[in-house]
């Protein structure tokens, strides 16, 4: 095995282990936005948990390149009717959160 190989490998490694541990972030972020956004509506977030719609690079306001990423969810208010939200975060940070019916700005 050559050393170049070697540095190749262990760098693509890094680069993957840092996007999975980035991506477990955003993704608790989301689920929490979410949560707390049902609770505080009188809604039931359905599963308790979110699924990446999209993700793309977008700079931030300091000009900073972040990963952008699209959570959608769904929730109840009576366990029969089913509606869909979704949450857009940039880097960790909750820039959108929207449920049917209205949209909901989170700091």
């Known amino acids: 095995m050559s050393f170049s190989f070697l540095i190749g490998f262990l760098t693509v490694s890094g680069i993957g282990l840092w ?8 993704r608790e972020q989301a689920r929490a936005a979410t949560s707390r956004a049902c609770r ?7 599963d308790d948990t979110v699924a990446l719609e999209r ?5 931030d306001r300091d000009g900073r390149l972040k990963l ?3 959570y ?14 979704s949450v857009l975060l940039l880097g960790w940070r909750v820039e959108l959160l ?3 019916g209205g949209d909901l700005l989170v700091p």
């Open 98 to 100: 929207q449920m049917e």
């Open 55 to 59: 993700l793309w690079p977008r700079r």
């Open 72 to 85: 959608v969810f769904e929730f109840t208010d009576t366990g029969q009717r089913r509606y869909v939200g």
């Open 68 to 70: 952008e990423r699209l």
């Open 19 to 26: 996007f999975w541990r980035d991506s477990l972030g955003a």
């Open 40 to 46: 505080e509506t009188g809604m039931q977030l359905l």
